[in-house]
């Protein structure tokens, strides 16, 4: 079962076909692996199956009947939480457009995404296939007409994979000698900071693939760079936008911005909130890859004991569940460099109430960062899995634009004819593209990059990388 459907239509596979994840033991089990990785790491034992699947049903259970006595139950909360109502129209409408290649990215045939690329007069500069050790694929495009190029990350292809490879070890975000060198120049601190290891990885991966470009033509020519993917994508995308950030857009930060979807917790807490001002992460309702760190399962893990042992007691009925979470909330402490948040400023789009099945669902949304109490504890639901798939990202985020701006959420979908206004990219405009690069060779960075190639990639034609 694939998180994501390369063609963008967010209709193409029916709800009934995921029914299986909507059940409360398929639910559990997908956790067990979240908190087998997690108690692997901190040492710590789990509540054996049949346990918790007993205490994620009843839960569920408490979690549905709250939202059908108050639809606006969530809203309450993120109020309280001091979030503030999405009000940005031009970054509504930049979220919904994104997702589009955020979710194209999974599309595996080269042909396949140039044509889409053509289709919004955008050029197909990269398209990096190999999967391995450090390598994810993605694909590099620019619009030379608007001085825009996008970076799209692939993510996983199943939700099983985004369970089991989202919780691992941290590390330093930076190369040791990267971090020295950039420390020389602009302060040790400036640049420090601790990342989920394999999005750490998977991050210069794609580094090493896209500097030599980025240094060579888009810096020199001052291109916008827009960074973008979904689940493990989304997490590989903010660690490069960080990465990118203390490397070379510090001075003009204007140029890069990251809008990632699904994103899991994936940087230490004072780089995360650091990125607010270039990185917009996006989490869908109940979501559980966006809520899945050492903390939150280190957090599920007690008040779920702390619930099997009022259950057994047949006290759980009656018992505080707002202030059992609470209490949990500032009791449970995690060492800093493991305690990873999701990065930037963060747009919540949650559901009203509790729809199901073919009920219309209304969406509200709600901006702060990666301390927002919603995403600092596990949300369970029906859709806690579905909430996850990129067909959903994209439904949401076009709902949410299209209330801000009054227009319908297909508007946004960048390759749509009635949404492109200009011609096709042409010869002229491969000409120009031409022009553009040999003059950027005679441009020299202001500051030498660090670790920068010292030669300009050949990139007279598109490349695919396999």
Not at 93 to 108: C, F, I, K, N
Not at 146 to 156: F, Q, S, Y
Not at 213 to 224: A, G, S
Not at 276 to 289: A, C, E, I, P, Q
Request: charged share 20%; net charge neutral; aromatic share 8%.
């Amino acid at each position: 079962m694939g998180i994501c459907h390369s063609d963008g239509t967010a209709d193409v596979v029916s709800e009934e076909s995921f029914e299986g994840l909507r059940s409360s033991s398929a639910i559990a089990s997908r956790l067990r692996h979240v908190l087998d990785a997690a108690h692997r790491i901190l040492n710590e034992e789990t509540l054996p199956v049949l346990d918790t699947v007993r205490v994620v049903r009843k839960i569920m259970r408490v979690s549905k009947a709250m939202r059908l006595e108050n639809p606006e139950v969530i809203t309450e909360e993120c109020r309280a939480d001091g979030c503030k109502p999405m009000t940005d129209v031009q970054e509504a409408r930049q979220l919904a457009s994104y997702v589009y290649h955020a979710q194209l990215v999974y599309e595996a045939e080269t042909d396949q995404i140039r044509e889409r690329l053509i289709g919004c007069g955008m050029m197909l500069i990269q398209h990096n296939k190999e999967i391995n050790t450090g390598r994810v694929a993605n694909y590099l495009a620019i619009d030379p007409r608007r001085k825009i190029a996008v970076l799209a990350i692939k993510g996983t292809s199943t939700i099983e994979d985004a369970l089991t490879d989202i919780i691992a070890d941290t590390g330093p975000l930076h190369l040791l000698n990267a971090v020295k060198t950039a420390g020389s120049a602009r302060g040790f601190s400036s640049v420090a900071g601790f990342a989920h290891g394999g999005f750490r990885l998977a991050a210069h991966g794609v580094l090493h693939q896209v500097e030599p470009v980025i240094w060579h033509f888009l810096w020199p020519l001052q291109y916008q760079l827009i960074l973008t993917g979904h689940s493990l994508g989304a997490g590989t995308a903010c660690c490069l936008a960080k990465i990118l950030y203390d490397r070379i857009y510090y001075a003009q930060p204007q140029l890069l911005r990251c809008f990632a979807y699904a994103t899991p917790p994936c940087l230490d807490k004072a780089t995360a909130l650091s990125m607010v001002r270039y990185t917009v992460s996006v989490v869908h309702h109940d979501d559980l890859v966006t809520r899945a760190s050492l903390y939150n399962a280190k957090l599920m893990s007690n008040i779920w004991r702390e619930a099997k042992r009022l259950m057994d007691a047949d006290e759980f009925e009656d018992c505080d569940k707002y202030g059992l979470v609470h209490r949990y909330q500032h009791e449970i402490k995690v060492d800093l460099k493991d305690d990873l948040y999701v990065a930037g400023k963060v747009m919540y789009v949650y559901k009203l109430g509790y729809p199901k099945g073919q009920d219309p669902i209304t969406y509200k949304a709600v901006t702060k960062d990666g301390t927002m109490a919603r995403l600092r504890c596990a949300s369970f639901s029906r859709s806690s899995l579905t909430d996850h798939l990129c067909n959903h990202y994209t439904a949401c985020t076009g709902e949410v634009a299209a209330q801000l701006s009054g227009t319908s959420p297909e508007h946004f979908k960048p390759w749509l004819e009635e949404t492109f206004s200009g011609q096709p990219i042409g010869t002229s405009d491969c000409t120009k593209f031409c022009e553009d690069i040999r003059f950027s060779c005679a441009i020299q960075p202001s500051k030498p990059a660090i670790g920068c190639p010292v030669t300009l990639p050949t990139l007279l034609k598109p490349t695919t990388v396999r």
